[in-house]
């Protein structure tokens, strides 16, 4: 995800650190990279010369160019303005407290991943203490009510078909079912086409106002780029919804279409999809996706993961980590589980440069990278991965010859392995003053 516009922009930042003073010629370059980058991703081109114009005219007073470190300055400014963009805060999903049950509608092109939406919100408002119930509305996707059916029993949410009866009245129907199974929310899945057409945004009219839900939201498939926006724009015009459920965001999404879809339509991502499974759905955070982005990693997200690990050894193993700091081992293990798509996997591509270590997302993890780094730490000693400060000169070379690698390559590795650490002795610092606040780290 964002892999290359991840590099491209952490480029940029490395030139201008490795920079004293910044002149105004400096901070033009920077912005012509970003804006290069961004448009590369595919980002809407109006909304890069706003997002790039803003930037620059934050970084180009005397209060950033004259300051003590103003290339720190530089990537706080892009780091707040991405947030921005990318919606500012959380934007959460509103139900009415005092209706039982709560509908939910999700709308989309097919294929855009809706019908795994549907589950996988289910899934998520189960584990926030809900009672799902998902009603299979798209009568006209040949199998869309089995697949629904299929995985709703795989997480154990009922699923309310309706056979042979019109969407608008399997909707009407599973609000009453609803109410007989005592469940407190129907997630109602609806028709797709694989083009807006005017039947499919009229079923979605009726049936929005027959059960007239308390969020509609729209699912829409990250690999679409900014084209994004065009379906976004109509569907918002003919529709109307709440918010969008990003989907697919784990596969080479350039990113233009999450990064322009708030700006350009004012909606809100509300949701992202980062995978098949029903348990990859995420509650959009705009200031962590942003770090990440900007390679920073992802703090609130390496602890939600860590929280929720149902392996007792992985969750121990986590708590280790960001109680006692990062060893060799842990990263080891760490890349291990990532072969295995064990839960510690998902941690290492938060950390600090965590995606650009992989190669890849962590799912499509660079086999090759990851057979290298585990050479290089079998050829450590035991003493030195449990305390890689004490690899100094002689030992990198010991390391590079004993695992056929360069001294650079072994330098690079430790050079990740600090940046990763100093990010969990942050953490750490800051859970035990109980002071969480990201934008300090
Ligand atoms: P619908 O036609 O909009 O209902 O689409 P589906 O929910 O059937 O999804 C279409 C395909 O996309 C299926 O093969 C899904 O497994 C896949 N898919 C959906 N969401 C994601 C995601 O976030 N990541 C990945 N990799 N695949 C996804």
Redesign the pocket.
């Known amino acids: 995800m964002f892999n290359s516009l991840s590099d491209r922009l952490q480029g940029t930042f490395d030139k201008l650190r490795g920079k004293g003073r910044l002149t105004e010629d400096d901070i033009n370059v920077a912005m012509r990279e970003i804006r290069l980058a961004l448009l590369e991703a595919d980002v809407n081109f109006k909304v890069v010369k706003r997002f790039v114009a803003s930037c620059k005219e934050r970084c180009m007073t005397s209060e950033v160019l004259d300051s003590l470190t103003p290339s720190q300055n530089v990537v706080r400014i892009v780091l707040e303005e991405l947030t921005e963009l990318l919606g500012g805060t959380e934007s959460k999903l509103t139900m009415a407290q005092n209706r039982t049950p709560n509908v939910i509608m999700l709308v ?10 549907c589950v996988k919100l289910a899934y998520l408002l189960r584990k926030q203490g809900r009672n799902p119930l998902l009603a299979a509305c ?1 009568v006209y ?1 040949p199998a ?1 009510a089995d ?1 629904l059916e299929t995985l709703g029993k795989e997480i154990g949410v009922p699923v309310f078909r309706g056979d042979g009866q019109h969407p608008v009245q399997i909707a009407k129907d599973s609000v009453q079912e609803a109410v007989d199974k005592l469940c407190d929310v129907v997630i109602v ?1 609806t028709a ?1 086409r694989l083009q807006i057409d005017e039947f499919m945004m009229q079923e979605a009219v009726d049936i929005k106002s027959a059960v007239r839900p308390d969020q509609v939201l729209m ?1 829409v498939d990250a690999m679409t780029g900014q084209d994004i926006v065009n379906v976004v724009t109509e569907f918002a015009e003919r529709t109307d919804f709440d918010g969008v459920i990003m ?5 080479d999404a350039r990113g233009g279409g999450a990064l322009s879809v708030r700006e350009v339509t004012g909606k809100p991502i509300k949701f992202v ?4 499974k029903p348990s ?1 759905l995420e509650v959009f955070h705009p200031d962590r996706m942003a770090r990440r982005i900007l390679g920073m990693g992802d703090m609130y997200g390496i602890i939600d993961a860590a929280q929720e690990m149902a392996d007792e050894e992985q969750a121990r193993k986590a708590e280790k980590m960001l109680m006692q700091g990062l060893t060799m081992d842990d990263m080891l293990d760490q890349l291990q589980s990532i072969r295995k798509m064990g839960g510690l996997g998902k941690i290492i591509s938060m950390l600090p440069g965590g995606d650009k270590l992989l190669g890849e997302t962590p799912e499509a993890a660079d086999e090759k990278q990851l057979v290298r780094i585990e050479a290089m730490i079998r050829s450590m000693t035991q003493e030195e991965r449990d305390k890689p400060k004490i690899i100094n000169g002689m030992r990198r070379q010991r390391i590079a010859r004993g695992s056929g690698h360069t001294v650079q390559e072994v330098n690079a590795l430790i050079k990740q392995w600090d940046e990763m650490n100093k990010m969990m002795g942050k953490m750490r610092s800051m859970m035990n003053s109980g002071n969480m606040n990201p934008k300090q780290m």
């Open positions: 989309g092109l097919q294929g855009s991943g809706k019908t795994t939406a798209d996707r869309a697949q899945d797709g699912v989907s697919k965001l784990d596969g999809s980062m995978g098949e990859s």
